[in-house]
């Protein structure tokens, strides 16, 4: 979508090991959310943020962390991957309420 | 926190027949309730939206009514055609910070 960009689009990983994924805008807005989307659950919040070094847990926070040091960064990390991992994770970005998402990242964990 | 319960799961309809989703939720306080289709391989993408104040809300095809007081609201697509086969989503706003707490989604196929 424009102004948002997700990397990596695709990632396999190991379990127990440390992944980072990359969200990036160019609409300098203030609000930056993760979501992960699971068949039967819809979109889970995982963090967001409402600002540079602002941040706070959603309902699936457990085994994630983010960081925001930037206004069109927002990172998202998993310390120590596990297969309950595996899912689509979606980055979107909001000035009010309209949200707009990127286009995903595939992340299994095998 | 917010409770988000979407029906149907899954929904078949015929090219040019109607076809009805609806939301509940449970926070009172809620005033925004956005609807989003997403489309295989791609990111939710929002279509239409209504806020607490209006009871219903038309955009060609689309529409979404609004019941504040049964706490529940409904997207309706008109004269379906077979682009419109894809997943959607209500969500609602909940709180501060502008978040959004979703549905579980309606796959969505319309066949010819």
């Known amino acids: 979508d424009a102004g948002i960009t997700q990397s990596p689009r695709h990632k396999v990983t190991e379990t127990g090991t440390p992944v980072t994924l990359r969200c990036h805008q160019t609409e300098n807005h203030r609000y930056m959310y993760w979501y992960r989307q699971d068949p039967g659950h819809g ?10 070094k602002d941040t706070d847990k959603g309902e699936v926070s457990d085994g994630y962390s ?27 970005i909001s000035e009010l309420d309209g ?10 964990v095998v | 926190g917010e409770n988000v319960e979407q029906h149907p799961s899954t929904l078949s309809v015929q090219e040019g027949d109607s076809a009805v989703i609806k939301c509940t939720y449970s926070d009172s306080a809620s005033n925004y309730f ?19 104040n209006v009871g219903e809300k038309k955009d060609q095809r689309i529409a979404v009514t609004l019941n504040k007081t049964a706490k529940h609201f409904s997207l309706h697509i008109t004269e379906t055609q077979p682009e419109d086969s894809a997943v959607y989503f209500c969500a609602v706003l909940t ?5 959004l707490t979703f549905g579980t989604g309606t796959r969505l196929q319309v066949t010819l």
């Open chain 1, 43 to 52: 979109l889970r919040l995982i963090h967001y943020s409402y600002g540079v």
């Open chain 2, 34 to 52: 956005p609807w989003y289709k997403q489309e295989l391989g791609k990111g939710p993408q929002l279509i239409i939206d209504i806020r607490s």
């Open chain 1, 99 to 108: 949200y707009t998402f990127g286009s995903g990242t595939r992340l299994t």
């Open chain 2, 95 to 99: 709180g501060t910070a502008s978040k």
């Open chain 1, 66 to 92: 983010v960081s925001r040091s930037k206004t069109e960064d927002f990172l998202l990390t998993l310390e120590s991957a596990t297969s309950s991992q595996t899912s689509v994770y979606f980055c979107a």
